[in-house]
């Protein structure tokens, strides 16, 4: 009974987000989704769920790449580059760390997505 209504509540708050909220919202997400695969290191499981939050980190570093590609982004040219930097760099620690599965490969991606984020917050 109580599921659908945080889901409606869910869906709403969602609704009333701004573009950047959003954004601090999904590199969050997708921070803890990597943190999760740390603290579950050991689980049988562990390379499925490695997968799909490393190809979670990369469509969301994918669509921001895409993004700041486009000719009419309103973010000044220097910041778009420092961004498409790390996102570059990020892509390169996301295939060493699903290649090379070690925990500690994924605390650069991890505080990237959560700095970004606070950033995006104003935090």
């Not at 701004?18 to 997708?30: D, F």
């Not at 921001?64 to 930097?85: C, G, N, Y």
Request: aromatic residues 6%; glycine residues 4%.
């Amino acid at each position: 009974m109580y599921a659908s209504q945080l889901d409606t509540y869910r869906k709403a708050q969602q609704a009333n987000l701004s573009g950047r909220e959003i954004e601090a919202a999904v590199l969050t997400k997708a921070a803890l989704v990597l943190k999760n695969c740390q603290e579950h290191w050991n689980d049988a499981d562990l390379l499925d769920k490695l997968g799909d939050a490393i190809r979670y980190n990369q469509k969301i570093w994918s669509i921001f790449q895409a993004d700041l590609a486009r000719a009419d982004h309103p973010l000044p040219r220097k910041i778009r580059e420092d961004i498409m930097s790390l996102s570059v760099f990020l892509d390169r620690r996301m295939i060493d760390a699903l290649a090379y599965p070690e925990t500690q490969k994924l605390n650069v991606i991890i505080n990237a997505n959560l700095s970004l984020a606070a950033g995006l917050r104003g935090k």
